[in-house]
């Protein structure tokens, strides 16, 4: 079955320091892999995605994300992390038949001044 | 588009009353998904809807909880009756196709509290 696991309950970074946000996934075959953000009171959005291709992916709000199948992890960055970044992200996973997400708990983002 | 549309926001009940969440998918998209997140359980997919048909319910908790999709542009998630456990805020996502590739957008959700 599949399953991911976000290591990192909470993160406190300053602001202007970089980020990384840790995913681990359990999934036989390739998966398609996920991150959303949610921040107070909202809805998920979609950060970026991977299906293929090129394993450093980019996504919105000067995120990216490097799928790694030796270690089955497909961790989140950003260079340089800004205040509003601060938020709930969930990392999820999806089979190729593709009809649901399975998410990880989240990770909850602090930025401090 | 004005997205993936839920309704109340917010919902406050008392225990043993009947709860309908309500929601909107995205014009065009085929696919229709409740989920409920919880601070033990996180997200959980409870049921989808394609082309308006029920697909997977395996994640409805118990036969309090019921989902309808009566046509492409409006989903009802009914709990009757509710208890405390059911506390929860409740997303509803919609898509367009199956491939694993594909968003899925979510609405902002409905905060349950049952007293």
Redesign the interface.
């Known amino acids: 079955a599949q399953s991911v696991t976000q290591p990192d309950i909470h993160i406190t970074v300053s602001e202007g320091a970089s980020l990384e946000l840790r995913c681990n996934y359990s999934y036989g075959a390739t998966p398609y892999l996920f991150w959303y953000v949610q921040s107070p009171g909202q809805g998920l959005q979609l950060l970026l995605k991977y299906f293929s291709g090129d394993t450093l992916v980019q996504g919105i709000k000067g995120f990216e994300a490097e799928f790694k199948r030796s270690q089955s992890s497909f961790n989140l960055r950003k260079p340089s992390v800004h205040w509003s970044d601060a938020a709930e992200y969930f990392c999820a996973v999806s089979s190729n038949s593709g009809y649901a997400l399975n998410f990880g708990k989240g990770t909850s983002l602090l930025v401090t001044p | 588009d004005a997205g993936?549309i839920q309704s109340p926001r917010h919902e406050v009940t008392e225990m043993g009353q009947e709860v309908t969440l309500r929601c909107k998918p995205i014009s065009g998209h085929d696919?229709l998904?409740w989920y409920r997140q919880t601070m033990m359980r996180?997200?959980e997919?409870l049921i989808?809807f394609n082309n308006n048909v029920p697909?997977?319910d395996s994640g409805m908790p118990e036969d309090r909880f019921s989902a309808k999709m009566p046509n492409a542009s409006f989903s009802t998630l009914k709990i009757q009756p509710s208890e405390p456990r059911d506390s929860a805020v409740y997303?509803c996502?919609s898509r367009q196709g199956?491939?694993?590739?594909?968003?899925?957008?979510?609405?902002?959700?409905t905060r349950l509290t049952v007293l």
């Open positions: 993936v696919y998904f996180g997200l997919l989808y697909i997977d997303f996502a199956l491939a694993g590739t594909d968003t899925q957008y979510f609405g902002p959700g």
